[in-house]
């Protein structure tokens, strides 16, 4: 092998992929993609933290007072602590501005006026409490908008609170008392790990693993089409007859795999890059959206590590079966047949993927994880969630190496003979004859 | 002196279909050898085995004087009848790959290319893609392409189709500066009259059989002893029913004629006399057109 013929054959690749347009925007898409989902709903729901004018209607004559100075206090105190369970992520979002007004003779005509003031916008909306409360009856809620749920979320909880502090009282009942009495227990979770950290395992991990997930899983098939899509060109345009004349099929093969695998690290490197600047410490507001006691973590070094050689094995296990099958078709019709098949290998880890993330240690998570085809994909999973057993890891990378050895020295095969063969569509049996071909 | 290139019975069948059949030749070194003959000859497949694309069933090919080994190729320069070319780069970044895996350093050899480029008109489109180029351009760039690196021996798959007869002309030229050099060019062409002006050595196919193979020169004389220029009124369709001619081809009242080997000239033309009225009949160098349309008669 003549290694200026590979590196001839990998700059070509490189360069001209990552000359195009479509390498940059969908370079650039994807971490704009992911930093808009993660970032701007926090942000747009912090400026909906607009002051919610609502005026209440107390017809039971016992629950407005109480219920306007708790929906006003709200405003300093942080309502989770206060209740216990109100969800976190209601809290904070939205800010009362609540005043009583008492019932009027002529209720149809304060009905009237009220909608007449929420479309006028001086107020945002009005809350109607009928004597039926105390029957389970629901609460009236007049706004323009009846979708802002974390608004209702929250007057729901204040409404609840009183009404039962008020059926306390009727019942004989302290509600200080009760209110004391009655706190939450809360659950502090701790991942028993091999290695020893319990800082590890978390919700924030396991999202973390399914993003780089996701992001393996895209790469992997993205540039196996690329190499598959490269290799159909060459045969078509004929411009293989002129290569193959100073470069072996082999050198062929892998200057394109290599130059291939180097711009999808290229683009992994700023598809992490901006997933290492997303994540970073006090950066995000998205923090808001994690379940609570959840940290983004950061991406560790060892993950990196293992994230990257993984995506190189991944890569070549993949991109040298898309080259054989690019190399042994006449079009990309015919290849993409084929090019499904190698497809089953990377869902069956897409189909196991949440199973291995909630127990990463069970056997099924294990074995599978150590098959060569399901490690590129399964391993950083559980790598993410919880670090597997050193002997474990080297098992699978050793596994996984002598599979992609094999890969290529099989597809070379195929390619080596594939590559210059025109005419019908060739069967399965017809390519397995040729890797016999000396 | 050992020919550059030689094919010793070199066969070869896709299916039922022989497309090469029992091929053997022989190019002298330093010369422009012409593989000749129609539309599914058999002019590809041949070309195809001696670049070791395809394997030939049986027989052999040998260059530079023994059986062809993979290094022998990168003393070739090859250009496929269809546009071997990456659609996409540019004229420049096709040339420079091609030069680097030939072992040439594209810092080198950049110069080189500019000068072709000049040379063959293409300067100020070094940048475009080759998708962008005239197909007779895109040509041009695959011919600089294939002498690049200075090869022994050019193998052209038709080189010629696409061209206009300026650029015809310009690939003559260049191929003739090549054979200046002491180097070789093989070229397949189904244009007899390209041939007849190119070529010094020739190889005509018929029906993958090589059906005559030899210095054109010496095929003229030996094949066409026999050829005269008739220029004449009257019905010359009768000409072609004469048991002496063998050929006769009317073109602007001018008649190519062939006699049969045994037949005489001054016989034919006593006969002629009866029913033409005759202005000009002398005797003339054959066209290769008249050669290769009896070669192929013969065969069959």
């Known amino acids: 092998m003549r290694l200026n013929n590979v590196v001839a054959v990998g700059k070509r690749e490189y360069l001209q992929r990552a000359k195009t347009k479509a390498f940059w925007i969908m370079t650039l898409i994807l971490p704009l993609f992911v930093t808009a989902i993660s970032v701007l709903p926090a942000l747009l729901l912090s400026k909906s933290k607009a002051n919610q004018r609502i005026v209440v209607v107390d017809e039971t004559g016992k629950l407005g007072a109480d219920l306007v100075a708790k929906m006003n206090a709200n405003d300093t105190q942080t309502p989770k602590e206060a209740t216990g369970r109100r969800n976190r992520d209601a809290a904070g979002m939205v800010v009362f501005k609540a005043q009583a007004e008492p019932p009027a003779a002529d209720r149809k005509a304060q009905r009237a006026d009220l909608d007449r003031r929420v479309l006028d916008k001086t107020i945002d909306a009005w809350v109607w409490i009928s004597p039926g409360v105390f029957e389970d009856k629901p609460v009236e809620y007049h706004a323009r908008s009846v979708s802002n749920v974390f608004t209702q979320e929250t007057l729901r909880d204040d409404l609840s609170s009183i009404v039962r502090q008020e059926r306390f009282r009727a019942a004989g009942i302290d509600p200080a008392r009760v209110e004391e009495l009655s706190g939450s227990v809360h659950l502090d979770p701790q991942r028993v790990s091999a290695t020893g950290s319990r800082a590890e395992g978390s919700m924030g991990a396991a999202l973390l693993a399914i993003v780089l997930f996701f992001i393996l899983y895209i790469s992997i098939i993205m540039w196996g089409q690329q190499v598959m899509q490269g290799v159909l060109e060459e045969k078509g345009s004929r411009v293989i007859e002129v290569v193959i004349s100073s470069v072996t099929p082999f050198e062929l093969m892998m200057g394109k795999l290599l130059g291939i695998c180097l711009l999808g690290l290229t683009q992994l490197s700023i598809w992490l890059g901006t997933m290492l600047v997303v994540t970073a410490p006090g950066v995000v507001a998205s923090m808001a959206f994690l379940p609570p006691g959840a940290t983004l973590p950061s991406l560790s070094a060892v993950m990196l590590i293992n994230f990257v050689l993984l995506f190189i094995l991944g890569f070549l296990a993949y991109a040298t079966l898309y080259a054989a099958i690019g190399a042994s078709f006449n079009n990309l019709q015919e290849a993409q047949q084929a090019a499904g098949i190698a497809m089953v290998f990377v869902i069956i880890p897409v189909m196991v993927m949440y199973p291995v993330i909630n127990d990463p240690n069970s056997r099924m998570a294990t074995v599978l994880s150590l098959i060569p085809t399901f490690t590129p994909l399964l391993m950083p999973l559980r790598i993410a969630v919880d670090m597997p057993p050193l002997w474990e890891l080297a098992l699978a990378y050793a596994l996984t190496v002598s599979f992609v050895i094999g890969m290529v020295w099989f597809c070379s095969k195929i390619y080596r003979v594939g590559i210059l063969m025109y005419g019908k569509k060739p069967t399965f049996q017809e390519i397995w004859k040729w890797t016999r071909y000396a | ?300």
């Open chain 2, 1 to 300: 002196m050992t020919p550059i290139l030689e094919l010793r019975n070199v066969r070869k069948a896709y299916g039922d279909f022989v497309a090469v059949d029992g091929v053997s030749m022989s190019v002298p070194a330093g010369s422009i050898f012409g593989l000749l003959g129609p539309n599914g000859a058999g002019k590809t497949s041949t070309i195809r085995m001696i670049m070791n694309i395809t394997a030939p069933d049986s027989g052999e090919v040998l260059v530079f004087g023994h059986p062809r080994t993979p290094e022998d190729l990168r003393r070739i320069g090859y250009l496929p009848e269809e546009r071997g070319l990456y659609r996409k780069m540019t004229v420049m970044d096709q040339l420079l790959f091609l030069a680097e895996i030939r072992g040439l350093k594209g810092s080198r050899i950049r110069p080189e290319i500019e000068r072709w480029l000049e040379r063959v008109d293409l300067a100020k489109w070094s940048k475009s893609k080759i998708e962008e180029l005239s197909k007779g351009m895109q040509q041009k760039v695959q011919l600089i392409g294939t002498v690049l690196h200075q090869p022994d021996l050019l193998i052209l798959d038709e080189p010629f189709s696409g061209l206009d007869p300026i650029n015809q002309e310009l690939f003559r030229e260049l191929l003739q500066e090549y054979r200046a050099q002491g180097k070789s060019v093989v070229l397949s062409t189904h244009g007899m009259e390209l041939a007849e002006r190119m070529c010094d050595h020739i190889c005509l196919i018929s029906r993958g059989r090589a059906v005559l193979d030899g210095e054109l020169r010496d095929i003229k004389r030996r094949v066409g002893g026999n050829a005269y220029r008739l220029v004449a009124e009257g019905d010359l369709e009768r000409l072609k029913t004469m048991p002496e001619v063998e050929q006769a081809t009317v073109q602007d009242g001018v008649v190519k004629l062939l006699l049969r080997p045994e037949a005489a000239g001054s016989a034919v033309l006593r006969r002629m006399v009866e029913f033409l009225e005759i202005h000009e009949f002398r005797s003339e160098e054959p066209e290769l057109e008249q050669i290769f349309m009896k070669a192929v008669r013969d065969a069959a």
